[in-house]
């Protein structure tokens, strides 16, 4: 039998700031609960809420650790996301190298 699919994309985890954010301190590594809604201006609820959208989208891991869950970031998933940006940046690579040839090429009507 196979893995269950996600319930969320990763493109729509990592939409919300704040979920963004949570990846960022979870790169430091695993964290309870309440280590992590101590960074937020929101209610631990809140920040319980982000995280189970970003485990169902497979970016984060829980565990229970006695009375506490713990966290921890899995960045496989972010795969999907860096090739389809990759893709993209042909075109970024494009309009930069005409930007450096403006800016070398000397003002003929000076």
């Not at 319930?7 to 430091?28: C, E, G, K, M």
């Amino acid at each position: 039998m196979g893995q269950a699919l996600p319930q969320h994309d990763v493109y729509q985890a990592i939409a919300d700031p704040s979920r963004r954010r949570l990846l960022r301190l979870l790169t430091q590594g695993e964290q309870p609960l309440s280590a992590l809604s101590g960074q937020f201006d929101m209610s631990r609820t809140a920040v319980s809420k982000h995280l189970r959208v970003l485990r169902e989208a497979g970016l984060v891991t829980e565990r229970r650790a006695g009375r506490e869950t713990r966290y921890a970031f899995r960045p496989e998933p972010l795969a999907e996301l860096k090739d389809w940006l990759a893709y993209f940046e042909q075109f970024w690579d494009n309009k930069l190298a005409m930007l450096k040839h403006l800016a070398e090429t000397p003002d003929e009507e000076a």
